[in-house]
């Protein structure tokens, strides 16, 4: 059972360019949360969806971010017009339900945007 | 809102060393605890949780126990090794939504 699966790695963007990252949740997981660690910093809550569904986006900022969960494939966390400080790493979480007192988030090994 | 406030790093410890890392929280209701570890370049993983007061989490010789008089949950562990190098994280879940609160992480340097 592969794990969580964040692509690219590394992703290198101009300023003002676009940049997708993508995570293919565990088998069986229909809960998935986008965390961003800045340089130094913990992890920070961006999203969480469920297939088809955003259900709590408090994290995301308002303009240039969009996240997506399709009934089928990978989700997307889009960034558009990216600027230096949207350089970080994002990571993806899934889970099999809310976590709670028996359930468990899997992280992916996060993907590494640079924005030069 | 909620919180999570962890000792600052970098810790730096010889090998067999006792580690302690400091972890508190605020949270409105009954939160369930973690302590996920990141190793470099890697993402987070698990290390133990808690989720309820006075619960003890425990794995690969990392204990910590769910205070709800003292709001913490700080990580222990008698002898630490080398490969515990890594950065440590602290969080809490709460609520219906399952996003976890993270901690600003602490990072543990093991020398030999």
């Known amino acids: 059972n592969a794990g969580v699966m964040q692509n690219p790695r590394h992703l290198v963007r101009r300023r003002g360019q676009e940049a997708r990252l993508r995570c293919s949740p565990m088998?069986?997981?229909?809960?998935v949360y986008w965390y961003r660690q800045l340089p130094e910093e913990g992890l920070k809550f961006m999203v969480y969806?469920?297939?088809?569904?955003?259900?709590?986006e408090s994290g995301m900022p308002k303009e240039r971010f969009s996240a997506e969960f399709p009934k089928e494939g990978p989700s997307i966390l889009r960034i558009q017009q990216v600027v230096r400080g949207d350089s970080a790493a994002y990571f993806c979480a899934s889970s099999r339900l809310e976590l709670g007192m028996n359930t468990e988030a899997f992280f992916g090994q996060g993907t590494r945007l640079t924005v030069v | 809102g909620n919180s999570v406030t962890q000792m600052e790093g970098p810790v730096t410890l010889s090998e067999e060393a006792f580690l302690t890392i400091n972890c508190t929280y605020t949270?409105?209701?009954?939160?369930?605890l973690f302590w996920y570890v990141q190793y470099p370049g890697e993402g987070l993983q698990l290390l133990l949780k808690a989720t309820k007061a006075d619960d003890k989490g425990s794995n690969k010789g990392f204990e910590a126990t769910y205070r709800k008089e003292t709001t913490s949950f700080h990580l222990e562990k008698g002898s630490v090794q080398v490969s515990d190098s890594a950065v440590y994280f602290c969080?809490?879940?709460?609520?219906?939504?399952?996003?976890?609160?993270f901690g600003q992480g602490t990072t543990l340097q093991v020398k030999p």
């Open positions: 969080a809490l879940s709460s609520g219906n939504t399952g996003k976890l609160i």
């Open positions: 949270a409105t209701g009954y939160p369930s």
């Open positions: 088998k069986g997981h229909s809960h």
């Open positions: 969806l469920q297939k088809e569904n955003i259900i709590d």
